[in-house]
Every structure is written in structure tokens, then in C-alpha cells.
């Protein structure tokens, strides 16, 4: 277990490298950085359903990835369905390319720079 508290973003990245899997146990977020940056260096990440997660997680294989709330369901899913290992080189590129910053403010454009 790691904890990741007061870290740069360099330090953050060394400690995900030597994890096995990102758990996010959050009640409240808005756009949890930590799992962008555990996708960004493929790492299959659990997290509770909290922010914008859903989002940020799709197309990640199931076996990558889980969104719940239930302690049960996380168990389970680790013990029966987590494979292991890094996430997909090819997914990691396009998350790569969906997380950047100029693809982020492509979004924000549509949306508060529509006309409609």
C-alpha cells in the first residue's frame, strides 16, 4: 500500500509505476487526477463512483478497471475477474490522446462556446 500525500507529479508517477493497481476510495471529487495519471501509466485502477470516473474509465477492459461502491463487489471482482498487469499499450495511447490539455479545452469550447 501507498500512500500518496504532499508528492510532486514525478514522485506520484515513480509510485504508481511500482503498483499493482490504483484503489480510490473517495465519497466526494469532482475529476480525480490520480486516476488519470494511474491511466496515463497503465495501471488497472477500482475506484468508488465519484466524479467524473465513469468518463474517464470507459473503454478500459473490464478486467482493468471496476466503479462501485460496495466493499463486497470490489473483493469479489480483485479475487475473481482483476487479470493482473498493465493496462492495453494501445488504450493507454488513445486515453493519452483523450486526457490531453488541448483535447480537454476542445471540450470546454463545445460546450460554453456553443451557439446554439
Not at 76 to 83: A, M, P
Amino acid at each position: 500500500v501507498h500512500i500518496f500525500k504532499d508528492l510532486s507529479r514525478e514522485e506520484i508517477k515513480l509510485k504508481l509505476e511500482k503498483c499493482n493497481l490504483l484503489f480510490l476510495s473517495s465519497l466526494r471529487e469532482g475529476s480525480p487526477q490520480v486516476v488519470k495519471e494511474a491511466i496515463l501509466t497503465g495501471l488497472p485502477v477500482v475506484t468508488t463512483n465519484v466524479g467524473d470516473v465513469n468518463d474517464t474509465l470507459h473503454g478500459l477492459p473490464d478486467t482493468q478497471h471496476l466503479i462501485s461502491n460496495c466493499s463486497n463487489t470490489i473483493f469479489s471482482w480483485i479475487l475473481n475477474e482483476f487479470e493482473g498487469g498493465s493496462l492495453p499499450e494501445n488504450i493507454v495511447e488513445i486515453k493519452r490522446d483523450e486526457l490531453s490539455v488541448l483535447a480537454i479545452l476542445r471540450k470546454q469550447e463545445s460546450i460554453f462556446l456553443n451557439d446554439d
